[in-house]
């Protein structure tokens, strides 16, 4: 079946370094990446997306890029904070309705 | 904006009882999602809904679980007998239209099977 993978797992940078996901996906037909951030106890909520007319889009200290062509998309967090350690989701949307989520990747953030 | 509601935010229920958890999506969406979260398995689809039809349930586990839509603004996701390995967080989210558009997630339901 389709299955997207997410790396690292876990991830540990200093507060002001940069932190990078990598997700890498199956079904050529996937044209919608977004990414979740989950925070302990909470509900996985939405930081950012991309469509694959798209090479790269920005939200302030986020930005994701994808490579339709090797199949891979990624997160990139510039200027780290604390409050930006939690559980981090990339997904691909299969099929008609559905998304295929990544493993997660526990960001932690040391001040 | 209400965001999606779901009902009980915690359930601790002893084994062999029947769990109804509860979900309204965002008023306008049409694409309901049930979710399951472990530690072990990471976030599973259950089960979606388009137009409160039944799209897929082939990640239902079991029969002992179902799921309803029976309109627009509900939807239950019910397991009976329930057991210790059902244990887990249940996320409901909707979306408007096709797999393209971003999925809004409930604040879940934490279930505790004794």
């Known amino acids: 079946g389709e299955n997207v993978e997410q790396h690292p797992s876990t991830l540990s940078v200093q507060e002001g370094d940069s932190a990078v996901i990598k997700c890498t996906y199956s079904d050529s037909a996937s044209n919608y990446f977004p990414w979740y951030k989950q925070e302990l106890g909470k509900r996985p909520q939405l930081i950012i997306d991309i469509r694959s007319n798209v090479g790269e889009k920005k939200d302030q200290r986020i930005a994701v890029t994808l490579n339709k062509t090797a199949k891979h998309f990624s997160l990139h967090i510039t200027e780290t904070q604390p409050e930006d350690s939690a559980v981090y989701f990339c997904?691909?949307?299969?099929?008609?309705?559905?998304?295929?989520f990544g493993t997660g990747t526990r960001l932690k953030v040391l001040a | 904006d209400a965001g999606v509601i779901q009902s009980p935010r915690h359930e601790v229920t002893e084994m062999g009882q029947e769990v109804t958890l509860r979900c309204k999506p965002i008023?306008?969406?049409?694409?309901l999602f049930w979710y399951r979260q472990t530690m072990m398995r990471g976030l599973e689809l259950l089960i979606y809904f388009n137009n409160n039809v039944p799209i897929d349930d082939s990640g239902m586990p079991e029969d002992r679980f179902s799921a309803k839509m029976p309109n627009a603004s509900f939807s239950t996701l019910k397991i009976q007998p329930s057991e210790p390995r059902d244990s887990a967080v249940y996320f409901c989210a909707s979306s408007f239209g096709q797999g393209n558009q971003p999925q809004h997630f409930g604040d879940g339901t934490r279930l505790s099977i004794l």
């Open positions: 997904a691909a949307n299969s099929g008609t309705y559905k998304y295929i």
């Open positions: 008023s306008g969406h049409n694409s």
